[in-house]
Nanobody, 124 residues
């Protein structure tokens, strides 16, 4: 059974950093694409970053480029999202998701397994 469990969220001041983790089970990371998404109150869920399994390529939303970094540890079957220079507008519930494709995308299309989400709040 495919399962994703996020952790690492919390309250941080503007300019601070957090590292989110997405622990996967029921499959191996090298067989699937992984994406990070977020949903802020009153807004639609949006793609933040993703990583492809076939070539390790990564993609980022324009709003997080240069501040967020996605990485994967295949030995631990875990994907990370390092978030630096956090802004209040980064406040959201962050989800990781996977799809049976080698290449990732920032669109939700095709992602059929989702974690429960972890809250990130950026506030002074």
């Amino acid at each position: 059974q495919v399962q994703l469990v996020e952790s690492g969220g919390g309250l941080v001041q503007p300019g601070g950093s957090l590292r989110l983790s997405c622990a996967a089970s029921g499959f191996t990371l090298d067989s699937r694409a992984i994406g990070w998404f977020r949903q802020a109150p009153g807004k639609e869920r949006e793609g933040v970053s993703c990583t492809s399994s076939v070539d390790g390529s990564t993609y980022y939303a324009d709003s997080v480029k240069g501040r967020f970094t996605i990485s994967r540890d295949n030995a631990k079957n875990t994907v990370y999202l390092q978030m630096n220079s956090l802004k209040p507008e980064d406040t959201a519930i962050y989800y990781c998701a996977t799809k049976r494709r080698l290449y990732c995308s920032l669109s939700e299309n095709g992602y059929n397994s989702w974690g429960q989400g972890t809250q990130v709040t950026v506030s002074s």
